[in-house]
T-cell receptor, first 109, second 116 residues
């Protein structure tokens, strides 16, 4: 079993829909990261959080430490949101990020 | 603030050759991590440099080596290139804190290496 699991693997939705991507992890963490990667492009860090909730524009990230679960929400989705969204965790005693497999999101106009 | 920069953006090499990739961290950052991302897969951690030393290493052979300079920039060297080394190589910088794993990483655009 992977230490970081994401669901769904693929998600296609219509413009304007509310999007939720889930992430569960099985290791102790110091922080959880949500990142975005466009096709052929580099990676952009969206959020780093260790508790509660953060919001940037139409993006919202939540984390439940007790349940070892995080969600990334996109409100009023737009075709430009189409990308791969990756959940990664910083382990308690580990300098590297432990990566989920990513969720490929396609928003159709 | 220029953010994290990497050079070159694209590179084509042949099997057996050696390659050097470069990374300049975000201003104020002192830690550089390198990742390899094969097509269609998630990034794999290669190693992290802090204070000019390799602090942690992923599951990569010794053909992969690195260096960090006093200005915190870093190089990734790969010797005896194999076809399977073709990938996007990502550099990420961060600022080491009291809890060194609790640090937001900022990524560069990557270097696309193709080995023929």
């Amino acid at each position: 079993k992977n230490e970081v699991e994401q669901s769904p693997q693929n998600l296609t939705a219509q413009e304007g829909e509310f999007i939720t991507i889930n992430c569960s992890y099985s290791v102790g963490i110091s922080a959880l990261h949500w990142l975005q990667q466009h096709p052929g492009g580099g990676i952009v860090s969206l959020f780093m959080l260790s508790s509660g909730k953060k919001k940037h524009g139409r993006l919202i990230a939540t984390i439940n430490i007790q349940e070892k679960h995080s969600s990334l929400h996109i409100t009023a989705s737009h075709p430009r949101d189409s990308a791969v969204y990756i959940c990664a965790v910083s382990g308690d005693s580990n300098y590297q990020l432990i990566w989920g497999a990513g969720t490929k999101l396609i928003i159709k106009p | 603030d220029a953010g994290v920069t990497q050079s070159p953006t694209h590179l084509i090499k042949t099997r057996g050759q050696q390659v050097t990739l470069r990374c300049s961290p975000k201003s104020g950052h002192d830690t550089v991590s390198w990742y390899q991302q094969a097509l269609g897969q998630g990034p794999q951690f290669i190693f992290q440099y802090y204070e000019e030393e390799e602090r942690q290493r992923g599951n990569f052979p010794d053909r992969f080596s690195g260096h960090q300079f006093p200005n915190y920039s870093s190089e990734l060297n790969v010797n005896a290139l194999l076809l399977g080394d073709s990938a996007l190589y990502l550099c990420a910088s961060s600022l080491a804190g009291l809890s060194s794993s609790y640090n937001e990483q900022f990524f560069g655009p990557g270097t696309r290496l193709t080995v023929l």
